[in-house]
């Protein structure tokens, strides 16, 4: 199962972007449902905390290879964006104490909230992610308009592409990324 | 972030020493940035960066982060351990001067030819590119189906690789003059028959290591393969395709590997020795009884009594684990905590489970979890093993014990020497 998430990963990282927006699609992080999840450490805590930033929402599982090649790109983006507005939050659909070691090993500098697998597929499908892949990125701007949505793994180019234009008080490129349920 | 947790780990050495090494659990193998030494072994340093990488290319790797901090240090540390053996091992091929023999050569040059076949064919792959008008193409007539735009240009790239790879071998064959001889298979071939030669090189009868004349294809296979193998290593060679560290670190598995096979020859001489330790040995081949345990664990002494009352007078045993049990996991599944070797218990239970018949429930036993009524629902006989099941387990286990005391004599030699005293507790230091 693993092996074939992987492999879809990688398809998916290779596919171009941007997709077709939906028609009828939220288009508002705020119109969504409220995500509320517990973090590594069992404090509670909601997305809205961080409205008003540029949040850059990633959903990953330490299972996940592609997942952690990432991770320490979004530990840089955080370091260097976090006092221009970024906020980078996690959801980890994993074990919890997994989580917690994982983050505390490699200094994970941004919340790490947890679901469990049956939630975390019903969350992914929910922000978009119909097909459960990770991992998966959201930005939303900080008027909670989701600005890009897309599986696989999260480069500096698409910060510079989709994040950075925000930071800068600019609008995002309209790539038409955000392709997800209404 | 809770970077603080500095993990405590003590080190038996199979050396008789003993070492506490507080190892940094967030240390990555790409955050590792200076040399530091955590180890000598004669002239030879252990770094911190051997260390990571040792790991992050071991099986644990996917799981190394995400274990508890102690954990981890044990982990790092029975590594540096085994990092330590083999620079033994290493250094004792060096003195034995095994590099020089024959084996070592015939092995080494094996490899390289590996090797360097096998980089030249990644270099052949990396020369297929999708041309910008099929590519057009393929978009033109999949548009925007991102997964199978992807599909079609690694079809494309496969096809094309083929293609390229069969024609690259008719030209370098023809650039070395091999000539291959496959009718000879057929015409009762000796050892020494020469199937293929060219500038260089020649392919006998006795290099085909599998397949026998009942099933030629096989053979003509693997003659072509070998063909192939020898001129892409060739081509590899002239194109100066970099195989040094590769062969370095292959060299040096191979060195430590030779001392191994060595000693091993000279400790298991011959499958009688096996069977005699074995017989000296029999708990190796002992599989435990295995039973299908329930448990109920309560607070008090008067409360286990007043349930196993209950049970014996009919009550559900299950139920009321479900009901009363302190232990969450038993609560949660009525009790029933599944199949458990014999053995694996606390010493109490297992000296309760002992004369009890399947169904029966126990007297209360007391351990500090609590007070404890148990009983087993069914079970799976133990049984002694044979030696032929268990052959490789005994050639472990024989190897294991002659190996400790073997690298014990090899550390007099080769001094380590552990530089790590700064991150040393003198609390948790013991002579051993």
Not at chain 1, 31 to 55: K, M, N, T
Not at chain 2, 334 to 341: D, R, V
Not at chain 2, 406 to 423: F, G, N, S, V
Request: hydrophobic share 40%.
């Amino acid at each position: 199962m693993r092996v074939w998430a992987g492999f879809v990963l990688a398809m998916a990282s290779m596919m171009p972007l941007p997709r077709p927006v939906q028609s009828g699609a939220v288009d508002n992080a705020w119109e969504l449902p409220p995500l509320i999840l517990p973090d590594i450490h069992g404090q509670e805590h909601s997305l809205h905390e961080w409205a008003g930033r540029v949040i850059l929402l990633n959903f990953w599982a330490t299972w996940c290879r592609p997942c952690r090649i990432e991770i320490p790109e979004l530990i840089a983006f955080q370091e260097s964006y976090g006092p221009l507005g970024l906020q980078v939050v996690s959801v980890g659909i994993d074990d919890q104490r997994k989580l917690r070691n994982y983050a505390r090993s490699i200094g994970i500098n941004y919340p790490v909230l947890v679901t469990g697998t049956t939630a975390g597929r019903e969350l992914l499908r929910r922000w978009g992610n119909r097909a459960g892949v990770l991992p998966f990125t959201v930005v939303i701007a900080q008027d909670g308009h989701l600005v890009f949505m897309r599986e696989g793994i999260f480069d500096r180019e698409a910060l510079e592409t989709y994040v950075l234009p925000l930071l800068q008080g600019q609008r995002a490129p309209d790539p038409g990324t955000v392709a997800r349920d209404p | 972030m809770d970077m603080n947790a500095a993990p405590f780990l003590r080190v038996s050495r199979v050396f008789g020493l003993a070492v506490t090494l507080v190892l940094i659990a967030s240390l990555q193998a790409q955050a590792v940035s200076a040399p530091q030494v955590l180890a000598r072994v004669g002239d030879a340093e252990i770094t911190a960066l051997d260390l990571e990488q040792a790991l992050m290319s071991s099986p644990i790797a996917d799981q190394l982060l995400t274990l508890d901090p102690k954990e981890q240090a044990r982990i790092r540390g029975d590594m540096l351990v085994r990092l330590v053996d083999f620079q033994l091992l290493y250094q004792e091929a060096l003195a034995l001067g095994l590099d020089k023999t024959p084996q070592f050569q015939r092995e080494m040059t094996n490899f390289r030819t590996g090797l360097l076949a096998q980089k030249y064919e990644l270099k052949l792959r990396d020369e297929v590119q999708v041309p910008e008008k099929v590519d057009a193409r393929i978009r033109e007539q999949l548009k925007g189906d991102g997964d199978a735009i992807e599909a079609a240009r690694s079809a494309y790239v496969a096809r094309a690789y083929k293609a390229l790879k069969a024609k690259r071998v008719e030209e370098l064959k023809e650039r070395y003059g091999v000539k291959v001889y496959p009718e000879r298979l057929e015409q009762d071939p000796k050892p020494d028959t020469v199937l293929a030669e060219g500038d260089k090189f020649r392919i006998y009868y006795r290099d085909l290591v599998f397949g026998s004349p009942e099933r030629p294809m096989e053979m003509y296979d693997q003659l072509d393969g070998l063909v192939e193998l020898l001129v892409f290593a060739r081509a590899g060679l002239e194109a100066k395709l970099d195989i040094a560290d590769q062969m370095e670190e292959f060299r040096r598995d191979l060195l430590a590997r030779m001392v191994v096979d060595r000693k091993k020859r000279e400790w298991i001489p011959d499958r009688k020795t096996l069977v005699a330790y074995f017989q000296a040995h029999p708990e190796l081949g002992r599989v435990a009884e295995k039973r299908e345990i329930a448990q109920i664990v309560v607070a008090t002494r008067e409360l286990a009594e007043e349930l196993r009352k209950r049970i014996l007078q009919g009550e559900s045993f299950y139920k009321l684990a479900k009901e009363y049990s302190i232990d969450p996991y038993g609560r949660k599944h009525a009790g029933q905590m599944g199949w458990l070797p014999e053995g694996s218990g606390m010493p109490q239970i297992e000296s309760a489970l002992k004369g009890l018949k399947d169904g029966q429930v126990s007297q209360v036993i007391q351990t500090p979890k609590g007070f404890h009524l148990v009983m087993i629902e069914r079970r799976i006989p133990g049984r002694q093993q044979t030696f032929g099941e268990i052959e490789d387990r005994v050639e472990r286990a024989l190897m294991q014990e002659k190996m400790a005391p073997y690298l014990q004599e090899l550390a007099k030699r080769y001094p380590i020497q552990w530089t790590m005293e700064d991150h040393v507790e003198p609390s948790d230091v013991q002579a051993h």
